[in-house]
Nanobody, 112 residues
Framework: QVQLVESGGGLVQPGGSLTLSCAGSRNIFSNNNMGWYRQAPGKERELVAYITSDGITTYADSVKGRFTISRVNAKSTMYLQMNSLKFEDTAVYYC??????WGQGTQVTVSS
């Protein structure tokens, strides 16, 4: 039962940009806070960015100033705009909503 679907990942060179999307149901996007997590090989899953139902955002120090989280509730979609990508941004990126199962994630690979 898929409730969150991540997309938009791919291979990009250092300094490049990608925009990730997370699609969900209308109910998920109506009143819930949401976020993006990522998990790199051999590492624990970590919070990247968080956005409240009212659009207030929080970022991990490692991505602050480079990534932008946003949501369009009418489209039931959340976004992560990633600029100035670094090698250490390589990971599988996941949507998060409290009480909703993790999606399959989308792979972001930053490589020269």
């Amino acid at each position: 039962q898929v409730q969150l679907v991540e997309s938009g990942g791919g291979l990009v060179q250092p300094g490049g940009s990608l925009t990730l999307s997370c699609a969900g149901s209308r109910n998920i996007f109506s009143n819930n806070n949401m976020g993006w997590y990522r998990q790199a090989p051999g590492k624990e899953r970590e919070l990247v960015a968080y956005i409240t139902s009212d659009g207030i955002t929080t970022y991990a120090d490692s991505v602050k100033g480079r990534f932008t989280i946003s949501r369009v509730n009418a489209k039931s979609t959340m976004y992560l705009q990633m600029n100035s990508l670094k090698f250490e941004d390589t990971a599988v990126y996941y949507c998060y909503v409290r009480g909703v199962n993790w999606g399959q994630g989308t792979q972001v690979t930053v490589s020269s």
